[in-house]
């Protein structure tokens, strides 16, 4: 081969390499390692309150991580896939069972939305947005309100977005459910749910068959400068109709420098959740270090009709 042949060759290989390269990385998988570490410590009079026993406890609440990503499989086509969960590790009663099921799940996104198998949120529970300023918490409003469900072998679709409005399905068939029933869970939404590109969000949600429970729900955020508000309004019934009632919460919250403090009022008379009709008022502060980094206090108080109880907690949270 002659000089002149040898460096055509070269050229030739180095011109395909770069047009391949393109493709190679078009085509390869995106992901992001995620996660929440948190810990807390908290006095709870009677241990009748979710997420919290009697006394003074150091606990990690809802402290995970997980994976999430996507894989282009075509121009228009993508695996979509997540596996989460969370890690009870830094508790010493939780050394032998440290992790527990999340949100788990793979799928399929393109042109016609995203839909994704296994274990996700309900499209119902996803509903509430950033109403509940005290999530994850002893005064989370699954307290009272039914049907903030993570529930497994389910099937999640979610649209794309037109002029801001969303659609989203939960369906479970009725060999995957948990009371032998096909369920499904759709959600409008109307605003940005994260409120990073626009100040408003809204939704109205219906769960039928899911977990026992047919519901409808009514939730909203609205920013105004310093100040977030948020509500809920929601109907429940069992699915025998043995139980039925109304849920409400109100939530507000204001940003003063890095403090943020924010007060929070539920109620459900449903009797889904306790058995007795309930309340629940939750006062609390934040101390933001950076988008990361918050410190946080708090006090709540859930009144049933025939018992009562009440948490104080100090807790950090890092988010990665």
């Given at each position: 081969?002659?000089?002149?042949?040898?460096?055509q060759?070269?050229l030739?290989?180095a011109?395909?390499?770069?047009?391949?390269?393109?493709?190679?990385n078009?085509?390869?998988?995106?992901?992001?390692i995620y996660g929440?570490?948190e810990?807390?410590?908290?006095?709870?009079?009677?241990?009748i309150?979710?997420?919290?026993?009697?006394g003074?406890?150091?606990?990690?609440?809802?402290?995970?991580i997980?994976?999430?990503?996507?894989?282009?499989?075509?121009?228009?086509l993508?695996a979509?896939?997540?596996?989460?969960?969370?890690v009870?590790?830094f508790?010493h009663?939780?050394?032998?069972?440290?992790?527990?099921?999340?949100n788990?799940?793979?799928?399929l996104?393109?042109?016609f939305?995203?839909?994704?198998?296994?274990?996700?949120?309900t499209?119902?529970?996803?509903?509430?947005?950033?109403v509940?300023?005290?999530?994850?918490t002893?005064?989370d409003?699954?307290q009272?309100?039914?049907?903030?469900?993570?529930?497994?072998?389910?099937l999640?679709y979610?649209?794309?977005?037109?002029s801001?409005?969303?659609l989203?399905?939960?369906?479970?068939p009725?060999?995957?459910?948990?009371?032998?029933?096909a369920?499904?869970?759709a959600?409008?939404?109307?605003?940005?749910?994260?409120l990073?590109n626009?100040?408003y969000?809204?939704?109205?949600?219906?769960?039928?068959?899911l977990?026992?429970?047919?519901?409808?729900?009514?939730?909203?955020?609205?920013?105004?400068?310093?100040?977030?508000?948020?509500?809920?309004?929601?109907?429940?019934?069992?699915?025998?109709?043995?139980?039925?009632?109304?849920?409400?919460?109100?939530?507000?919250?204001?940003?003063?420098?890095?403090w943020?403090?924010?007060i929070?009022?539920?109620?459900?008379?449903?009797q889904?959740?306790?058995?007795?009709?309930?309340?629940?008022?939750?006062?609390?502060?934040?101390y933001?270090?950076?988008?990361?980094?918050?410190?946080y206090?708090?006090?709540?108080?859930?009144d049933?009709?025939?018992?009562?109880?009440?948490?104080?907690?100090?807790?950090?949270?890092?988010?990665?």
């Amino acid at each position: 081969m002659t000089k002149i042949d040898k460096n055509q060759t070269l050229l030739l290989a180095a011109s395909t390499l770069a047009l391949l390269a393109p493709l190679q990385n078009a085509y390869a998988a995106e992901y992001d390692i995620y996660g929440k570490a948190e810990v807390q410590i908290a006095h709870t009079d009677e241990g009748i309150m979710r997420y919290a026993s009697e006394g003074t406890q150091i606990d990690a609440p809802f402290s995970r991580i997980g994976v999430k990503g996507n894989h282009a499989l075509t121009e228009s086509l993508s695996a979509v896939f997540k596996y989460e969960v969370q890690v009870k590790g830094f508790e010493h009663d939780n050394t032998s069972e440290p992790f527990s099921a999340r949100n788990t799940y793979l799928g399929l996104k393109g042109s016609f939305g995203e839909v994704v198998i296994g274990r996700n949120d309900t499209r119902f529970k996803y509903s509430e947005g950033k109403v509940d300023n005290f999530n994850e918490t002893q005064a989370d409003i699954a307290q009272l309100l039914p049907g903030q469900d993570r529930l497994g072998d389910t099937l999640t679709y979610t649209s794309k977005s037109f002029s801001g409005v969303q659609l989203s399905l939960t369906y479970a068939p009725k060999d995957d459910s948990a009371n032998n029933e096909a369920g499904f869970a759709a959600t409008v939404i109307y605003g940005d749910r994260g409120l990073k590109n626009k100040d408003y969000y809204v939704a109205i949600s219906h769960v039928d068959s899911l977990n026992n429970i047919n519901a409808t729900r009514v939730a909203g955020v609205l920013k105004q400068a310093q100040w977030q508000f948020g509500a809920i309004y929601q109907r429940s019934e069992s699915l025998d109709g043995s139980k039925s009632g109304n849920g409400y919460v109100v939530s507000a919250s204001y940003t003063l420098n890095k403090w943020v403090p924010k007060i929070q009022f539920a109620s459900d008379d449903s009797q889904l959740r306790h058995g007795n009709d309930g309340s629940q008022w939750t006062a609390g502060v934040d101390y933001v270090f950076d988008k990361q980094t918050r410190a946080y206090l708090f006090y709540t108080d859930l009144d049933l009709d025939q018992q009562s109880d009440s948490s104080l907690a100090l807790g950090l949270k890092y988010k990665f």
